[in-house]
């Protein structure tokens, strides 16, 4: 039985040397990249681009971290998570639309332990440093460092905001910690590029966006396609 094939919906020789990992399916990305068919597997989607395959994972750390384990005997060397994510709050030039690539990202998927408020669980991985470094040269000034935790809990982040500025914690997501840990865990290269969507203190998921927000957002979200691609092609083409 090729589980692979069963879970990706195509083969394991297949996958390129360089893969994006959408939790959210990218409309901006899939046309950059020339991508149409998507082949559906049991749990995740694949297409195909000349230098990249894009897998769609869905939403969560077990999904995305599963979805890099299995890619242990593939030809993938280098992992990108792309998509979005939230800021704690306003903090130097970061901001919603604001490009960010995460040095490094505490592990909080738990929402039991984040509702005991269990700092001491909370295990820091770090995305690839020559990967991301590479991904930072192409973007020059338009791509920002921070630090970043995978969350268990949309409600807890805002109850849990003291903690979270006290560990110095400035981005929030639900996949990061997941797929830097299982890259490292079989030997890949993995780095993020996040678009900031909303801000925990006083801009967060649920309210409603203002108009320059929504425009500077749509903006953001081409721009990450753009490097992502720009990115694949001059600096991981080799």
Known sequence: MDTFKILFGTEKSAVHRNCVLLPVP???LSEMLGLSDFSKGKLYACAHAKRCT??????????????????ADTPCENIILFGSCGLTEPVGNLRIGSLVAPTSCYSAESFTELLRGDVHSWEMYNSNKSLRDLLRQMAGGDLQDATCISIGSLKLQEDKLPLL?????DLLDMECASVFAAAAH????AAALFYITDIVRGQPFYANMSKEDRSSLTRSIRSAATLVCEFIEKKLSD
């Open 26 to 28: 990218s409309r901006e």
């Open 54 to 71: 894009a897998i769609r994972t869905g939403i969560g750390p077990a999904f995305a971290g599963d979805a890099v384990l299995h890619l």
């Open 165 to 169: 500025k006290e560990k110095g914690i």
């Open 186 to 189: 079989i030997g890949r290269r």
